[in-house]
């Protein structure tokens, strides 16, 4: 049975007081939860007042999809997470109708505008769309699931140095599905980063006066329930947290391999979709300087237990906070790193293939049969 918590006690802005309030209602597995999908919330939150975000349990994933990446009450923590997101229901239905709206006081479903179908080839939505209840909001292109997976399994570092542009976005789609079958709506294009973007993310508030300002660092990547945790402690630090985002360079001399395995922009709108987060610095400095400390005026600077490098001269990135007494080690209490989401792709590849490839390839069927309809008719 789906179980509903509210992520956020946040009032309604005074003019809107008084006025009916618009209840928003979106759905999804949230597996492996990006930018694109913390993109459709922001959509959807903008189309009403008060978001409810309806996640998929594990069982229900599987019979459609087939097994997850993260588990089911990782999945609920990241969505509650997302700063647009106002409640969550745990274990909601994978096909949604009117019947489920109602339960939840919605006016509406949103959607991306690309499709979902059931494990019977169903369109997920169809009920909802009968009922004139379904609003579709714009996919983030350049950016999905299949993809990502096809970059942890490929031993290269393209997918972040620019200079480099002989792999193409299909040959990572390739190796987290199947050569036979590609999705028509994750296979067009690469993602663009644009200023409005990250302004479409951005908090946009300063400090108040007297706020106690929080400075972690590092490279967030693949951004997931360990950086959350980590974030949420190191928020309670203080008043208004700025986190600083190493360049791909960087985070690949300290982690080597194919790391990262997002680009800067796309780890930038991860973390700045987290309802924790402030403010981002785009390409902090490994170290953490002096004139860092004081144009931010940062009062504290906080660091994970994950082990730490020194800079590329052998000195102590966090040796300025330490002699202000200004650090901090913070504990979250969850071990979780992008290397053990790697590794659960790795491990399981096999069904990650399978799983995609089934998907796909009902996505693909799908399409060109709606490409048909829109074809006029031949000449009698």
């Known amino acids: 049975m789906a179980s509903s918590t509210t992520s956020s006690d946040e009032s309604m802005p005074p003019q809107q007081q008084g006025k009916r ?3 928003v209602w979106c759905d999804g597995c949230y597996d492996m939860v990006h930018f694109g999908h913390a993109n459709s919330l922001r959509q959807a939150k903008a189309m009403g007042d008060y978001l409810i975000v309806g996640v998929h349990s594990d069982e ?6 087939g097994p997850p990446v993260f588990t089911e009450q990782e999945r609920y923590k990241m969505i509650r997470a997302i700063k647009w997101v106002d409640e969550v229901v745990e274990g909601s239905t994978y096909l949604p109708t009117p019947a489920t ?13 690309d499709i979902s179908l ?11 769309k009968t009922a004139g209840r379904y609003k579709e909001c714009k996919r983030t292109a350049g950016v999905s699931t299949t993809d990502l997976v096809g970059r942890m399994l490929l031993a290269t570092k393209t997918h972040f140095n620019v200079d480099q542009d002989t792999l193409e976005k299909g040959q990572t789609e390739e190796l987290g599905s199947s050569h036979s079958a590609q999705s028509p709506w994750t296979r067009l294009c690469r993602f663009l980063p644009t200023s409005q973007k990250i302004v479409q993310f951005a908090d946009g508030r300063d400090p108040n006066p007297g706020d106690r300002i929080v400075y972690v660092a590092g490279a967030f990547d693949l951004f997931h329930v360990g ?16 986190v600083g985002l190493h360049t791909d360079q960087v985070v690949n001399r300290y982690k080597g391999s194919n790391y990262p395995i997002m680009n800067l922009h796309e ?3 991860c ?11 785009i390409g902090a400095p490994y170290t953490v300087t002096a004139e860092l400390m004081d144009h931010f005026k940062v009062d504290i600077v906080c660091h994970g237990t994950t082990p730490l490098a020194q800079d ?15 650090f901090k080690h913070i504990d979250s209490g969850n071990s979780l790193t992008t290397a053990d989401i790697v590794g659960r792709i790795i491990e399981n590849r096999l069904r990650y293939e399978e799983r995609n490839m089934k998907k796909e390839a009902k996505e693909a069927a799908v399409y060109e049969a709606f490409m048909k309809t829109k074809q006029p008719a031949a000449d009698n």
């Open 267 to 269: 780890r930038t709108l």
């Open 101 to 113: 709206l109602d339960e939840h006081q919605c006016d509406f479903c949103v959607h991306g505008d």
């Open 21 to 23: 309030q618009v209840r």
């Open 60 to 65: 229900d994933i599987t019979k459609h999809k």
């Open 312 to 326: 590329s001269d052998g000195s102590d990135p966090y040796g300025e906070p330490k002699q202000r007494n200004k």
């Open 118 to 128: 059931t494990v019977d080839g169903i369109d997920t939505y169809e009920a909802l």
């Open 227 to 242: 950086h959350l945790d980590f974030l949420e402690k190191a928020k309670a630090e203080g008043d208004y947290m700025i």
């Open 271 to 281: 973390v700045l979709a987290c309802r924790y987060v402030n403010e981002v610095v």
